[in-house]
């Protein structure tokens, strides 16, 4: 049985020059589907798909929050964690323009500029987890030991 083809994006090219060991999960992209598509498409829980949310506080400085899919983050919680008085998601422009990647397929891995990283801390907990490989439509399958070995993040518990 052949392989099936995933593309060679910018996350893909960081992945392997870390040698990170990943598994391709592709899936059918549903415009404003999010984690729960990509779960009930993959048959996993979607407590293991993880989102990447770029976010800016109010000075307009850009960062990036890695929560499990079904979760949301708590905004103040945030804000307080980080030091700053408010947090707000990114226009998809300025996401895109900050990560090189489309709304839908962003990735933490590979990023066009350097972004801070703040990771929920259960993440760290599971045994493998699936996240966005920089395109709409494919997540990579990972451990987050790689992931924080990688982005080197800062633990955060913001989730609600």
Known sequence: ?????YPTTQAIRLLRQQQVNFEPRLY?????GG????ARE??????RVIKTLVMEDEQKN???????GDCEVSLKNLARRIGVKQVTPCM???AGSLTGYQTGGISPFGTRK???IYVEQTILELEK???NGGKRGFLVEISPRDLKRVLNPTLINVAL
Not at 35 to 38: D, E, I, M, P
Not at 62 to 68: A, D, G
């Open 1 to 5: 049985m052949a392989k099936e083809k």
């Open 28 to 32: 059918k992209y549903e415009d404003r």
């Open 35 to 38: 984690t729960a598509t990509s």
């Open 42 to 47: 993959l048959g996993i829980d979607e407590h």
């Open 62 to 68: 850009p960062l990036i929050v890695l929560m499990h």
């Open 92 to 94: 998809p422009q300025v």
């Open 114 to 116: 350097t972004l801070p």
């Open 129 to 131: 987890i699936c996240i």
